[in-house]
């Protein structure tokens, strides 16, 4: 089993920065994702960015040169930093640890990040 604790979302004016932390717990993997993706009322939950457990990144295209993904293996822990936000960063943002090896996807409660303008 996994748990994952996010923190660090919140309100924040256009063009502000705001940084979303998700530690995991439980088990470990050797090959892993972990990532984050938002989801607003009415759409379906998108990918925002993830990363390896070895550093390879991807991002969404709407997110590019913004936002920033990385992890700290030993803490279990992945960060986004998102910088110059825009009032359609405004979601509820989950993070996501993927094990393809075993086909398992383990998600976190969900923290909302408001972006006014």
């Given at each position: ?32 994702f972990?990532g ?18 070895g550093?390879?990144t ?56 408001t972006?006014?303008?």
């Open positions: 089993q996994v748990q994952l604790v996010e923190s660090g979302g919140g309100m924040v004016q256009a063009g502000g920065s705001l940084r979303l932390s998700c530690a995991a717990s439980g088990s470990i993997f050797a090959i892993d972990m984050w993706y938002r989801q607003v009322p009415g759409k379906q939950r998108e990918l925002v960015a993830r990363i390896t457990n550093g390879t991807n991002y969404a295209d709407s997110v590019k040169g913004r936002f920033t993904i990385s992890r700290d293996n030993a803490k279990r822990t992945v960060y986004l930093q998102m910088n110059s936000l825009k009032p359609e960063d405004t979601a509820v943002y989950y993070c996501n640890l993927n094990v393809p090896n075993i086909g398992m996807d383990y998600w976190g409660k969900g923290t909302l990040v972006v006014s303008s």
